[in-house]
């Protein structure tokens, strides 16, 4: 795959200081150097869960880009986060995704956790020993988070799940799993029946399906989890009785759609650095392909769509990191970065002509994998719904504000030990 610059873009400057620009080009070194001969393995053996790119990620403590230094961990924040996963991305979306994945649940726990939990929790994953998942997704619910099952039941001082969650990233990776599940009786209102519970992988009861390897991300993992009667302390709750809807709706706000918007990135970066290259390298007349006006319009117009997706992606973290109001952009991060990369991808193919169909050459890889970045974190219908919600002023929660200012005061001292 043609290389992307290692240099951010000008662009980008508003949003990036001195250290995110470092961070860019340890990204970048770390992809060539240990990612990109890792990617051709990933998609020749499409039924493997790599493993060893999120133990080499780990060991750089990127699972802990946006855990404060109080806990070990590296606090840089979510352009930091962003960075990584999109410069990742450009060279694989798969090893990208493993390292977002286990980031939704951090957050998850950084923002709702209590300050013992986090003690308990953080510490594994800073170190590399421990990877977590988020369990919402149902066979039958989809991303549907009323329509979950799942159920947890009181049993004196523990709380015993059951129930069964599909297409969960980092399933076969994750050494605990924040799983979301109905503690109310049916017909209490969503917004108060459901709760979070931290659920060991090891814990009797949970089950992992056989890894399944699905159209693109290969060597990511996003499996089953069957829940039978499992049986967790009152301790691994995270969040108070009733509140996992909202520890699922912000998590997958804050963190679940401003990480796909990286994820897409990336693909769309080398979309366009593998159309451009293949264009420049071909003969056509007594030029190449790239002389054509025709293709050049089709192009520019690729370029347009990349530019602006890169703007809206690091706009928005920027937001957040700076405690400002930003929902509406993070969903629309998402929203838009994933069909301008779509559009891209399908007017390469068609610009690459037959030699898209070669299923060895890389665009195929960036055309299956871009579809991954529709669904999670809610699908476009979903992401139009609640931009819509912003157009009629209807979105009073907006979790970007709320939990930045809860963060201030949620850290603990360093000097009180």
């Given amino acids: 795959m043609p290389a992307t610059p290692t240099t951010p873009p000008p662009a980008l400057r508003p949003y990036l200081t001195a250290r995110h620009e470092l961070l860019w080009n340890e990204a970048d070194a770390f992809a060539a150097e240990h990612v990109a001969p890792r990617a051709v393995r990933m998609e020749a053996a499409p039924g493997q869960v790599e493993r060893k790119v999120a133990d080499l990620m780990a060991a750089r ?7 404060p230094p109080a806990f070990g961990g590296l606090g840089v924040g979510h352009v930091a986060k962003t960075v990584l996963i999109h410069r990742i991305a450009c060279v694989s979306a798969a090893a990208a995704t493993i390292l977002q994945a286990t980031l939704i649940p951090v957050g998850a ?3 709702f956790a209590t300050l013992e939990q986090k003690f308990r929790w953080l510490p594994g994953v800073v170190d590399g020993s421990l990877l977590l998942s988020i369990a919402v997704t149902e066979p039958s619910a989809g991303g549907h988070i009323g329509g979950i099952e799942t159920t947890a039941e009181r049993a004196g001082n523990d709380w015993v799940i059951t129930g069964n969650k599909v297409r969960i990233g980092n399933s076969h990776l994750a050494g605990a799993h924040l799983v979301i599940a109905r503690t109310a009786e049916a017909g209490v209102r969503t917004s ?6 931290m659920v060991e992988s090891d814990r009797p009861g949970l089950s992992i399906a056989d890894h399944r390897p699905g159209l693109g991300l290969h060597g990511f993992a996003a499996g089953r989890l069957d829940l039978d009667h499992v ?3 009152t301790e691994n709750v995270v969040g108070e009785i009733g509140q996992g809807l909202s520890v699922a709706q912000s998590s997958s706000i804050l963190y679940g759609r401003p990480n796909l918007a990286a994820v897409s990135l990336g693909i769309h970066e080398a979309v366009a650095a593998t159309t451009t290259s293949y264009l420049k390298a071909r003969p056509r007349y007594r030029g190449a392909l790239s002389d054509l006006p025709v293709l050049r319009d089709r192009v520019g117009d690729m370029e347009a ?12 973290v920027h937001l957040l990191d700076q405690g400002l109001s930003c929902d509406a952009e993070l969903i629309n991060a998402k929203y838009l970065g994933h069909q301008w990369a779509m559009q891209s991808v399908q007017d390469s193919m068609e ?7 070669d299923r060895e050459y890389v665009l195929q890889r960036l055309w299956r994998d871009i579809q991954h970045t529709y669904p999670p974190a809610g699908t ?11 157009a009629f002023d209807e979105d009073h929660i907006q979790w970007s504000e709320r939990l930045a200012a809860e963060a201030a005061w949620a850290q603990p001292d360093p000097t009180a030990a």
């Fill in 61 to 67: 403590g990127w699972f802990a880009v946006t855990i």
């Fill in 109 to 111: 726990l950084l923002h």
């Fill in 192 to 197: 108060h029946a459901l709760t979070a519970f």
């Fill in 231 to 233: 049986r967790v302390p």
């Fill in 305 to 316: 769509r990349l530019r602006a997706a890169r703007i809206l992606a690091y706009q928005s």
């Fill in 351 to 357: 610009l690459h002509g037959a030699q898209a169909l």
């Fill in 380 to 390: 476009g219908e979903v992401q139009r719904i609640r931009l819509a919600d912003a």
